[in-house]
C-alpha cells in the first residue's frame, strides 16, 4: 500500500477533523469485522510457516477500489 500525500496547507483545525473522521472508520471496521481482524492479524504474526501460505494476507491489498 502506498502511503497518501498529506497536503502541507491544512490548519490544525482541517488535520483534526480528517484525524477523527479516520478514527471513526478505523473504529467501525472493527465493530463490524473484529473477528476476522483478530484471525487475520493472528495469522500475519504467526511464527508458523504453515500459516503463512493459507492466509489472506498474500493477497494483494494495493488493489483495494473504493
Known amino acids: 500500500m502506498t ?3 498529506i497536503p502541507h496547507n491544512w ?3 482541517e488535520a ?3 484525524y477523527e473522521f479516520i478514527d471513526t472508520i ?3 471496521i472493527w465493530r463490524r ?8 492479524l493472528s495469522t500475519e504474526h504467526s511464527t508458523n510457516p504453515e500459516d503463512w501460505a493459507s ?3 498474500n493477497e494483494d491489498l494495493d488493489e ?3
Not at 469485522?33 to 487475520?40: A, G, P
Open 16 to 18: 483534526l477533523a480528517v
Open 26 to 28: 478505523r473504529d467501525e
Open 11 to 13: 490548519t490544525a483545525r
Open 64 to 66: 483495494i477500489t473504493f
Open 33 to 40: 469485522y473484529d473477528v476476522q481482524l483478530v484471525e487475520l
Open 55 to 57: 492466509s489472506v494476507v
Open 3 to 5: 502511503t497518501p500525500i
